[in-house]
């Protein structure tokens, strides 16, 4: 059903809305009268275009809750076999810029099987207090056990502001508990602030297929959830004197209970790990092929890194999507990317502008790469790389 609604006697045919309408959820009927199919989001971009405000959106009933005990910033330390994954301290860290902002304190929820030891690593990290459930049920990740867990404790404890990692579990985990605690999510964040008035999480995120940044806030349902993807927050400091409090919680679900089975793991042969990677060499469309991508993984290999590309050489089929960096890609912060052919789309950009040292590598001097880039080669890629396969070799054999 449209959300949108249209008064017929006030349209004139004009044809503005249409125009401006994002998701081309809008036409003119045989009348010659604005009609709006159900692709329509309520986003709004059409209101102020009407010049005779024949366009309205019914206000939206508010269902009221009680937001005034809900105190705390929580993040959640995702693990795998009691390793906890480095995109949890990331939150760690912006978790404890958060609170301290809000005057509060930071809850860290460690969940898993034997993972005490990430209790105390979260607060090395920042945590002032942990959450710890620990059981053999946990010890694989499924979404069951976990977010009903997770569910329970904001129940009773009520925190304010609740983040997560936009890893693939991360994700998983934030989409149900927020759906059963009926509160709002914002998936993919770049950043999170407090909006000093009104206390409330501002979160900010690409839309628009990366056009716009769009800031949102949550202000009627607790808590305000948000994930974000790994390398968008600095790690924070490990300080190993750091004091806090660990309070182990339950029930945990019975195995009988858990719909989700595990049978096998398979490690994927080749992963590839941009995310951890201090050198990216990146190859975009002008590689020109597949075969375009052998001097790239040359140089990638010689500086020890790791080979990302941009989505369209992804989506030509000339490299498989684990390399692609960007939007829709891996978020990488490398100290060293190279990016060769890739003209810096800014859904490309918004993967990598935070790298220490951005080399661009690009025939068209004018590309949009060279704006972010700290170093810029003008030249053909097929002449660049190799020249400098050839001299970092140089260098590396007489131990520069
Ligand atoms: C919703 C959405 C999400 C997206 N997500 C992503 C994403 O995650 N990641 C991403 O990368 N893109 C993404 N895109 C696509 C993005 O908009 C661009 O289309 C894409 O990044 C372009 O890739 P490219 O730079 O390799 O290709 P092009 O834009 O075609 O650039 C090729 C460049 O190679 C140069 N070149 C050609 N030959 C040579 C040579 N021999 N030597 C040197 N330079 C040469 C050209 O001058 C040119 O600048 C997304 C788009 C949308 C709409």
């Not at 045989?30 to 010049?51: F, H, Q, R, S």
């Not at 024949?54 to 076999?81: C, H, I, M, N, T």
């Not at 993972?115 to 607060?123: F, R, S, T």
């Not at 020890?304 to 891996?330: E, F, L, N």
Request: proline share 5%.
């Amino acid at each position: 059903m449209a959300l949108l609604e249209i008064n017929r006697d006030e349209c004139t045919g004009c044809g503005l809305c249409i125009d401006v309408c994002p998701f081309g959820s809008l036409s003119l009927d045989d009348e010659d009268i604005a009609v709006v199919d159900e692709t329509c989001t309520a986003c709004g971009a059409c209101l102020p275009e009407c010049p005779v405000e024949a366009l309205s959106l019914p206000e939206k009933e508010v269902e009221e809750v009680d937001l005034s005990g809900y105190r705390g910033v929580w993040f959640w330390v995702e693990q795998f076999r009691g390793q906890a994954s480095s995109i949890s301290w990331e939150m760690a860290g912006k978790g404890r810029e958060l609170a301290d902002e809000l005057g509060t304190t930071l809850t860290a929820c460690v969940l898993g099987q034997d993972v005490e030891h990430i209790a105390q690593e979260a607060i090395c990290y920042g945590a002032d207090r942990v959450f710890l459930v620990d059981a053999p049920t946990l010890g694989v990740y499924r979404t069951d056990p976990y977010a009903a867990i997770l569910v329970g404790l904001v129940q009773k404890y009520r925190p304010e502001v609740f983040i997560l990692g936009a890893s693939s579990r991360g994700r998983d985990l934030a989409g149900s508990v927020a759906t059963k605690l009926r509160t709002g999510l914002t998936a993919d964040c770049t950043g999170l602030t407090i909006d000093p008035e009104t206390r409330l999480l501002r979160q900010t995120r690409p839309a628009f297929g990366g056009n716009i940044m769009a800031t949102i806030i949550c202000p009627h349902h607790r808590p305000q959830m948000a994930t974000v993807r790994h390398r968008v927050f600095e790690m924070p400091e490990i300080v190993p004197s750091r004091q806090g409090q660990v309070v182990r919680e339950g029930p945990v679900m019975d195995e009988d209970e858990i719909a989700s089975k595990v049978v096998d793991f398979i490690t994927q042969e080749g992963e590839v790990n941009l995310a951890d990677a201090k050198v990216i060499v990146s190859g975009g469309r002008g590689v020109g092929g597949p075969e375009g991508f052998a001097p790239i993984r040359e140089l990638a290999e010689v500086l020890g890194g790791a080979m990302g590309s941009s989505r369209a050489a992804v989506d030509a089929g000339w490299i498989p999507y684990a390399h692609q960096v960007g939007q829709t890609g891996r978020t990488v912060r490398p100290d060293l990317y190279i990016a060769c052919g890739i003209s810096g789309a800014i859904q490309h950009l918004a993967g990598m502008k935070t790298s220490g040292c951005i080399v661009a590598i690009n025939a068209d001097p004018e590309a949009p790469i060279f704006q972010v880039a700290h170093y810029g080669i003008v030249g053909d890629l097929f002449e660049v790389v190799p020249a400098l396969i050839e001299q970092f070799r140089q260098k590396l054999q007489a131990g520069g």
